[in-house]
């Protein structure tokens, strides 16, 4: 399910405020609260350009972002029930990218060490390879989170993607 429009229709996991679209995952969802239809194991919502989404995490924990990209997934769950979300952004250049890096790992209370190290690798990049981060990842209830940022030396811009599994 893929929408270009702010009009598209939401799931009942997710609400709009003032112009961000508030996502309850505070407890594992069902297929039907994040939209994944009867026969199908995704739920993809992409839109361009990037909007502005909250994730309301188990223990309290919320995090604020800009993305394109937003997917859940049923595909290792024999019961149909959704085991994993994606967020990426959209990709910036280096210093944007850098900068989100580090709000989200500082939203969800991870290390930001690595912060460095990542924006060392991607100045030092050339070519067409991409530079990635270490995974870094946390617990929030029974969702496992991880954060990546990548970056392409061809394009030079980046992107985080941050990968939650729900721990049956």
């Excluded at 990037?50 to 604020?64: C, D, K, Q």
């Excluded at 994993?84 to 910036?92: C, H, I």
């Excluded at 995974?135 to 392409?152: K, T």
């Amino acid at each position: 399910m893929n929408h270009d429009s702010d009009t598209a229709e939401l799931p009942p996991a997710a609400t709009q405020s003032n112009g961000t679209e508030v996502w309850d995952l505070r407890h594992p969802p069902t297929a039907d609260q994040i939209g994944i239809d009867s026969g199908s194991d995704t739920a993809i919502y992409e839109t361009r350009p990037s909007r502005r989404l909250l994730l309301r995490l188990p223990e309290g924990t919320r995090l604020r972002l800009s993305a394109r990209y937003l997917a859940f997934s049923s595909i290792a769950d024999e019961d149909g029930e959704p085991v994993n979300v994606d967020v990426k952004t959209a990709t910036k250049p280096l210093g944007d990218t850098v900068e989100t890096y580090r709000s989200i790992l500082k939203q969800l209370g991870l290390p930001t060490a690595a912060i460095a190290q990542f924006r060392e690798a991607a100045r030092a990049a050339s070519g067409t390879e991409s530079v990635h981060s270490d995974r870094i990842s946390g617990q929030y209830g029974d969702l496992d989170i991880g954060v990546v940022a990548s970056y392409s030396p061809h394009s030079e811009t980046g992107r985080i993607a941050v990968i939650g599994n729900w721990q049956p």
